[in-house]
Nanobody, 121 residues
Framework: QVQVVESGGGSAQAGGSLRLSCAASGSIISINVMDWYRQAPGKERELVAHSPSGGLTHIEDSVKGRFTISRDNAKNTMYLQMNNLKPEDTAVYYC???????????????WGQGTLVTVSA
């Protein structure tokens, strides 16, 4: 069993900052990939940032220069630092983790429940 929990969402004014956290727990042998997605009202879910273990991080152009990701591998945790927020960043932010499970001995893709970010003008 693997759980993914996001936290840190809330309200901010345009130009402000928020930091989201994504923590994976449970029977995990290794984490291959940790991604951030977001889904704005009435829109499809879209990739924000991609972080493969041991690989190059990718940040989508729409947030490049404003958002950064970092990981604490010892805690199976990833962070999304969001600076210079814009109203169009308003969305539910989701974390997706690909893990090698220690209970099933196979790769699993697990989503968190999401955390809401609201940015006012």
């Amino acid at each position: 069993q693997v759980q993914v929990v996001e936290s840190g969402g809330g309200s901010a004014q345009a130009g402000g900052s928020l930091r989201l956290s994504c923590a994976a727990s449970g029977s995990i042998i290794s984490i291959n990939v940790m991604d951030w997605y977001r889904q704005a009202p009435g829109k499809e879910r879209e990739l924000v940032a991609h972080s493969p273990s041991g690989g190059l991080t990718h940040i989508e152009d729409s947030v490049k220069g404003r958002f950064t990701i970092s990981r604490d591998n010892a805690k199976n945790t990833m962070y999304l630092q969001m600076n210079n927020l814009k109203p169009e960043d308003t969305a539910v932010y989701y974390c997706k983790v690909e893990v090698y499970s220690g209970s099933s001995y196979r790769y699993l893709e697990v989503w968190g429940q999401g955390t809401l970010v609201t940015v006012s003008a």
